[in-house]
């Protein structure tokens, strides 16, 4: 038993892959680590996702090799990590490699002790020595051999190292007094980082930067985020026929895409177009994130309510595949509009997404720079060409879809949806939210009603991080905002306790990412920047000022503002790694106006669109029908005037005198 492989009674889309490899796979977990110091072996910990194009090479070239398998179940417990489920061990892990080696990425092979102490690693390593690289046999017996002679000087490291790893854990609150300058100069620095040709921040391989495009958002700025989001939208990463965007480009002007599709990204950015729509009344931005939406709606939205984690970059072994159109197949199916799409699409010989500069491997997708791509034809063109290339894309062999569903970024898509759907009266997008987090409450909390991390096939474990309440706490906000509804108010608040009780460092300030009940590791780790979703301690922070602002509880101030307190002045100096928290500190230092709208729905509308019709960074907003406060503070004593749906303006829970309507709305919003 000790050899067979442990995967299959997993629920993780990615360790359920690995469930037929001839190594004997454990899950992360009690019994791999008792296996361990049981037979004093060294811990093989492989981590990946499901989408991950080089996880999928080294798992044919390596781990379905039986003599390797061999190799690995002699001398390792070897342990498969999916990096979405645990981030935890992943954080761990990555650190220790990017200290080591300079650099990090997925596959991430490291060895541990069997008391959790890293001692070597790397990322991919290939079946035979090459470009500089060893063969993972090499890595292995060198290894092995290292634990035979070296194990006590290996585990004698173990308190420095956990000292090491734990990220952000050992960093003391600088001063409490917050300098508004501070974010002018993150604005500066930003300014002088972006690229003014393609737009974005980076060279290759270039990620989108939601969190620093909102951020720019907030602060007015709508030259380098508008150019940015035009670049992204126009190129290769935005999937011009389904919608949605790939996970990133491989070269800087946005036309190469690595073809996975990540629901992170997509609630994101679409939440970022959106703001930027509302900013500049740009038709273009609304659309795409309209396009974003719906692609998660049609492609990722579960029976049950959640939505699934990712598609695969990858069908029938070929990245791309699915994507892909060479100009005969649009000729064979498009007939009078083949044209226009071979121009739009920048189609060639080889496919779309071939760069006729750096011509691709023959057999591989092809790609096309932006300077190559003719203009987007008429909407009504447009709307033909999707629906015909979607009918027969839909019928090619799919990319692999991890369905599981993962607290964070489900609540990540809740905000999105709800935001969008109040912003663009799309009630479908409000409905959907409102599953979204029902979803969540009902199926992903235990029995003594904690959070859950993740979800797949019926059941629901893995105690919940603080990404996983952060993200969600901001998320029934903003559903709250977008609906008026008590219930998500209510249920924010509950999260936001467990946040001061399981979360907060009471000593130095901040969050830990892990909760003080949580499974011990060798650290317990302060996960400080977007990577690229936002870091959970700035989600916390953002979250529970919004909160307090709602609710006039001091205590939810006092723990954001201890995030700040740490980060302030690293995240102005560093702009680039602290978008969301930046937005936060920006949030705290404006000065924050309640707004209560109150009276019968259809009364209240023209009131809420006022709200709503430019992007406001300053206020948060709660309503009802001014008959019943609800337990929720903002509304205490707030009721219409002669029977008219009335809006208050508040600062600190001091309002002003009501107003009916909304161009009296808009003069005190806009003062």
Known sequence: MADANALAQETSPYLLQHA??????????????????TEDKPLLVSIGYSSCHWCHVMERESFEDEAVAAVMNEHFVC?????????????????????????GGWPLNVFLTPDQVPFHGGTYFPPQERHGLPSWQQVLLAVAEAWRTQADEIRATRGKLAERLGGGARLRPARRTFDPAALDQAVGSLSELHDAVNGGWGTAPKFPAASTIEFLLRRGDTSTTVQTMKCMAGGGINDQIGGGFARYSVDATWTVPHFEKMLYDNALLARAYLHGWQLTGDEDLRRVCEETLDWALREMHAEDGGFFSALDADSEGVEGKFYVWTVDELRAVLGEDADAAIRWLGATEQGNFVDPHHPADPGAPGLNVLEDRGPRPD???????????????????????????LTAWNALMISALADAGAVLHRADYVDAARDTAQFLLDRLR??????????????????????????????????????????????????????????????????????????????????????????????AAFGLLRLAALTGEHRYEEAGVSQLTLLHEIAARYPSAFGHLLQALDFHLRPTREVAIVGPAEGRAPLVAAVRSTLRGDLVLSGGDGTDAAGLALLE????????????????????????DPDELLALLDA
Not at 24 to 37: D, N
Request: charged share 30%.
């Open 637 to 660: 004593g707030r009721v219409p005037v002669d029977g008219r749906a009335a809006a208050y303006v508040c600062e600190n829970f001091a309002c002003q005198r009501p107003v009916t």
């Open 446 to 539: 235990d029995a003594d009603g904690r959070l859950l991390r993740t979800y797949n096939q019926g059941a629901a474990k893995l105690p919940a991080y603080l990404e996983d309440h952060a993200f969600l706490l901001e998320a029934l906000i903003t559903l709250h905002e977008a609906t008026f509804e008590a219930r998500w108010l209510h249920e924010a608040t509950a999260l936001a306790d467990v946040l001061l009780a399981r979360f907060i460092d009471s000593e130095n300030g901040g969050f830990f990412s892990t909760a003080d009940d949580h499974e011990q590791l060798l650290a317990r780790r302060k996960d400080l920047e977007d990577s690229p979703i936002p870091a959970g301690g700035s989600a």
């Open 79 to 103: 342990v498969k990590v999916d990096r979405e489920e645990r981030p935890d061990v992943d954080a761990i892990a990555m650190e220790y490699v990017q200290g080591a080696t300079g650099h």
């Open 379 to 405: 909407d009504e063109t447009v709307e033909r060409i999707r629906a015909t290339l979607l009918r027969v894309r839909g019928e090619r062999v799919w990319p692999g879809l991890d369905d599981k569903r």
């Open 20 to 37: 037929h490899n001839p190594v004997a796979w454990m899950p992360w977990g009690a019994a791999a680590l008792e296996r361990a110091a």
